[in-house]
Protein backbone atom coordinates (compact mmCIF):
# COMPACT_ATOMS: atom_id res chain seq x y z
CA UNK A 1 0.00 0.00 0.00
CA UNK A 2 1.17 3.51 -0.57
CA UNK A 3 0.30 6.76 0.89
CA UNK A 4 1.19 10.84 0.99
CA UNK A 5 1.12 13.08 3.85
CA UNK A 6 1.84 16.74 2.98
CA UNK A 7 2.66 18.81 6.03
CA UNK A 8 0.68 22.26 5.81
CA UNK A 9 -2.11 22.91 3.86
CA UNK A 10 -1.27 26.36 3.24
CA UNK A 11 2.25 27.63 3.14
CA UNK A 12 2.97 31.46 2.97
CA UNK A 13 6.69 32.86 2.28
CA UNK A 14 7.66 36.70 1.08
CA UNK A 15 8.88 36.99 -2.61
CA UNK A 16 12.63 36.10 -2.50
CA UNK A 17 12.25 33.94 0.45
CA UNK A 18 13.10 30.00 0.64
CA UNK A 19 10.14 27.66 -0.17
CA UNK A 20 9.91 24.59 1.32
CA UNK A 21 6.80 22.33 1.22
CA UNK A 22 7.16 19.01 3.06
CA UNK A 23 6.01 15.86 1.64
CA UNK A 24 6.32 12.39 3.71
CA UNK A 25 5.28 8.83 1.95
CA UNK A 26 4.85 5.64 2.43
CA UNK A 27 5.18 2.65 0.66
CA UNK A 28 5.53 -1.55 0.51
CA UNK A 29 7.93 -1.17 -2.71
CA UNK A 30 10.38 1.30 -4.11
CA UNK A 31 8.56 4.54 -4.41
CA UNK A 32 8.18 6.93 -7.64
CA UNK A 33 7.99 10.03 -6.63
CA UNK A 34 6.39 13.43 -7.87
CA UNK A 35 5.71 17.18 -7.47
CA UNK A 36 2.94 18.56 -9.66
CA UNK A 37 1.38 22.11 -9.33
CA UNK A 38 -1.95 23.15 -10.38
CA UNK A 39 -3.40 26.78 -11.05
CA UNK A 40 -6.70 27.84 -10.31
CA UNK A 41 -9.24 25.74 -12.84
CA UNK A 42 -6.32 24.00 -14.54
CA UNK A 43 -5.09 20.68 -14.69
CA UNK A 44 -1.64 19.53 -12.97
CA UNK A 45 2.03 20.22 -14.39
CA UNK A 46 4.55 18.07 -13.58
CA UNK A 47 7.22 20.04 -11.53
CA UNK A 48 10.26 16.66 -11.30
CA UNK A 49 10.04 13.37 -10.05
CA UNK A 50 12.48 10.26 -8.59
CA UNK A 51 12.26 7.27 -9.81
CA UNK A 52 15.67 5.97 -9.60
CA UNK A 53 19.48 7.50 -9.43
CA UNK A 54 19.91 10.91 -8.02
CA UNK A 55 18.52 11.38 -5.17
CA UNK A 56 18.84 15.27 -5.46
CA UNK A 57 16.13 15.95 -8.10
CA UNK A 58 15.85 19.34 -10.49
CA UNK A 59 12.79 20.46 -11.99
CA UNK A 60 11.09 23.29 -13.98
CA UNK A 61 11.05 26.73 -12.76
CA UNK A 62 13.96 26.10 -10.17
CA UNK A 63 12.50 23.79 -7.79
CA UNK A 64 14.36 20.80 -6.63
CA UNK A 65 13.48 18.10 -4.27
CA UNK A 66 15.23 15.04 -2.60
CA UNK A 67 14.85 11.64 -1.93
CA UNK A 68 15.62 10.84 1.35
CA UNK A 69 14.73 7.25 2.21
CA UNK A 70 15.62 6.60 5.52
CA UNK A 71 13.34 9.37 6.21
CA UNK A 72 10.64 8.52 3.73
CA UNK A 73 10.26 12.08 2.73
CA UNK A 74 10.37 13.94 -0.58
CA UNK A 75 10.21 17.88 0.10
CA UNK A 76 10.34 20.47 -2.71
CA UNK A 77 12.14 23.28 -2.07
CA UNK A 78 12.97 26.61 -4.13
CA UNK A 79 15.35 28.84 -3.12
CA UNK A 80 13.81 32.23 -3.83
CA UNK A 81 9.98 32.53 -4.15
CA UNK A 82 8.36 34.44 -7.08
CA UNK A 83 5.30 35.59 -7.05
CA UNK A 84 4.18 33.48 -9.92
CA UNK A 85 4.67 30.27 -7.89
CA UNK A 86 1.37 30.83 -5.85
CA UNK A 87 -0.39 27.62 -6.51
CA UNK A 88 -1.65 24.37 -5.24
CA UNK A 89 1.45 21.91 -4.90
CA UNK A 90 0.99 18.03 -5.15
CA UNK A 91 3.11 15.25 -4.14
CA UNK A 92 2.35 11.78 -5.55
CA UNK A 93 3.65 8.38 -4.81
CA UNK A 94 3.60 5.29 -7.36
CA UNK A 95 5.56 2.79 -8.34
CA UNK A 96 2.59 0.10 -7.08
CA UNK A 97 1.34 -2.95 -9.07
CA UNK A 98 -1.23 -1.04 -10.90
CA UNK A 99 0.57 2.10 -11.93
CA UNK A 100 -2.18 4.87 -10.66
CA UNK A 101 -0.82 7.58 -8.60
CA UNK A 102 -1.00 8.39 -4.81
CA UNK A 103 -2.19 12.20 -4.10
CA UNK A 104 -1.24 14.12 -0.87
CA UNK A 105 -3.76 16.67 0.09
CA UNK A 106 -1.84 19.44 -1.39
CA UNK A 107 -0.38 22.37 -0.10
CA UNK A 108 -1.52 26.10 -0.84
CA UNK A 109 1.45 28.33 -1.58
CA UNK A 110 0.94 32.32 -1.21
CA UNK A 111 3.80 34.09 -1.80
CA UNK A 112 3.33 38.14 -0.42
CA UNK A 113 5.25 40.74 -2.20
CA UNK B 1 6.16 17.39 -24.83
CA UNK B 2 3.58 14.79 -24.14
CA UNK B 3 -0.06 16.34 -24.38
CA UNK B 4 -3.25 15.64 -23.09
CA UNK B 5 -6.70 17.56 -23.71
CA UNK B 6 -10.10 16.99 -22.08
CA UNK B 7 -13.30 18.45 -23.97
CA UNK B 8 -15.19 20.36 -23.08
CA UNK B 9 -13.39 22.35 -20.50
CA UNK B 10 -16.55 23.98 -18.63
CA UNK B 11 -20.05 22.05 -19.15
CA UNK B 12 -23.47 22.90 -17.86
CA UNK B 13 -26.34 20.38 -17.51
CA UNK B 14 -29.69 20.23 -16.13
CA UNK B 15 -30.25 17.12 -13.72
CA UNK B 16 -30.82 13.57 -15.28
CA UNK B 17 -29.17 14.10 -18.06
CA UNK B 18 -26.00 12.60 -19.61
CA UNK B 19 -22.47 14.47 -20.17
CA UNK B 20 -19.99 12.67 -21.81
CA UNK B 21 -15.66 13.99 -21.48
CA UNK B 22 -13.09 13.39 -23.55
CA UNK B 23 -9.73 12.43 -23.20
CA UNK B 24 -7.14 12.79 -26.00
CA UNK B 25 -3.30 12.24 -26.03
CA UNK B 26 -1.96 14.40 -28.71
CA UNK B 27 1.24 13.55 -29.39
CA UNK B 28 1.80 10.34 -27.84
CA UNK B 29 0.05 6.73 -27.45
CA UNK B 30 -1.78 5.99 -24.16
CA UNK B 31 -2.35 2.38 -23.52
CA UNK B 32 -3.59 3.60 -19.76
CA UNK B 33 -5.43 6.65 -18.97
CA UNK B 34 -6.95 7.61 -15.70
CA UNK B 35 -9.67 9.57 -14.21
CA UNK B 36 -9.65 11.71 -11.17
CA UNK B 37 -12.42 13.73 -9.29
CA UNK B 38 -11.34 16.63 -7.77
CA UNK B 39 -13.70 18.63 -5.55
CA UNK B 40 -13.05 22.13 -4.18
CA UNK B 41 -10.16 22.55 -2.52
CA UNK B 42 -9.36 19.16 -2.17
CA UNK B 43 -6.98 16.80 -3.72
CA UNK B 44 -7.19 14.62 -6.57
CA UNK B 45 -9.64 11.29 -5.94
CA UNK B 46 -8.86 8.07 -8.78
CA UNK B 47 -12.22 7.46 -9.71
CA UNK B 48 -10.67 4.59 -12.58
CA UNK B 49 -8.17 3.60 -14.44
CA UNK B 50 -8.32 2.30 -18.35
CA UNK B 51 -6.79 0.59 -20.29
CA UNK B 52 -7.32 0.36 -24.44
CA UNK B 53 -9.61 -2.54 -25.48
CA UNK B 54 -10.24 -3.65 -21.49
CA UNK B 55 -13.08 -2.71 -19.12
CA UNK B 56 -12.14 0.23 -16.89
CA UNK B 57 -11.12 -0.84 -13.18
CA UNK B 58 -13.36 1.26 -10.75
CA UNK B 59 -11.69 2.38 -7.48
CA UNK B 60 -14.13 0.88 -4.50
CA UNK B 61 -16.94 3.49 -3.86
CA UNK B 62 -17.47 5.10 -7.50
CA UNK B 63 -20.35 3.80 -9.31
CA UNK B 64 -19.48 2.19 -12.77
CA UNK B 65 -22.86 2.31 -13.93
CA UNK B 66 -23.18 5.92 -13.43
CA UNK B 67 -19.66 6.64 -14.83
CA UNK B 68 -19.15 5.49 -18.00
CA UNK B 69 -15.55 4.92 -19.36
CA UNK B 70 -14.78 3.81 -22.49
CA UNK B 71 -10.91 3.33 -23.71
CA UNK B 72 -11.57 2.97 -27.17
CA UNK B 73 -8.18 4.01 -28.81
CA UNK B 74 -4.71 4.08 -28.05
CA UNK B 75 -5.57 8.31 -28.08
CA UNK B 76 -8.78 8.57 -26.95
CA UNK B 77 -10.96 7.83 -23.53
CA UNK B 78 -14.10 9.12 -22.46
CA UNK B 79 -16.10 9.22 -19.63
CA UNK B 80 -19.61 9.30 -19.51
CA UNK B 81 -21.72 10.77 -16.35
CA UNK B 82 -25.14 8.99 -16.87
CA UNK B 83 -28.08 10.95 -15.18
CA UNK B 84 -26.14 13.60 -13.21
CA UNK B 85 -27.12 15.03 -10.39
CA UNK B 86 -26.23 18.14 -8.25
CA UNK B 87 -24.16 15.79 -6.38
CA UNK B 88 -21.56 14.77 -9.58
CA UNK B 89 -20.99 18.71 -9.99
CA UNK B 90 -17.02 18.71 -10.05
CA UNK B 91 -13.66 18.96 -11.40
CA UNK B 92 -12.51 16.27 -13.41
CA UNK B 93 -9.31 15.76 -14.79
CA UNK B 94 -8.01 12.74 -17.03
CA UNK B 95 -4.46 11.49 -17.03
CA UNK B 96 -2.70 9.34 -19.69
CA UNK B 97 0.47 7.50 -19.26
CA UNK B 98 2.59 5.90 -22.39
CA UNK B 99 3.19 2.18 -22.54
CA UNK B 100 6.73 0.71 -20.87
CA UNK B 101 7.64 1.62 -16.74
CA UNK B 102 5.45 2.25 -14.55
CA UNK B 103 7.90 5.39 -13.50
CA UNK B 104 7.01 6.99 -16.91
CA UNK B 105 5.05 9.90 -15.29
CA UNK B 106 1.06 10.56 -16.08
CA UNK B 107 0.50 13.95 -18.31
CA UNK B 108 -2.59 15.34 -17.11
CA UNK B 109 -5.15 16.64 -19.18
CA UNK B 110 -6.39 20.42 -18.44
CA UNK B 111 -9.38 19.40 -16.43
CA UNK B 112 -13.69 19.58 -17.11
CA UNK B 113 -15.72 21.78 -14.62
CA UNK B 114 -19.14 19.85 -14.65
CA UNK B 115 -21.70 21.80 -12.96
CA UNK B 116 -25.36 20.04 -12.35
CA UNK B 117 -28.43 22.09 -11.99
Known amino acids: AQSVTQLGSHVSVSEGALVLLRCNYS??????LFWYVQYPNQGLQLLLK??????LVKGINGFEAEFKKSETSFHLTKPSAHMSDAAEYFC???????????FGKGTKLSVKP | GAVVSQHPSWVICKSGTSVKIECRSL??????MFWYRQFPKQSLMLMAT?????????EQGVEKDKFLINHASLTLSTLTVTSAHPEDSSFYIC?????????????FGPGTRLTVT
Open chain 2, 95 to 107: SAREAGLAGREQY
Open chain 1, 27 to 32: SSVPPY
Open chain 1, 50 to 55: YTTGAT
Open chain 1, 92 to 102: AVGGGSQGNLI
Open chain 2, 27 to 32: DFQATT
Open chain 2, 50 to 58: SNEGSKATY
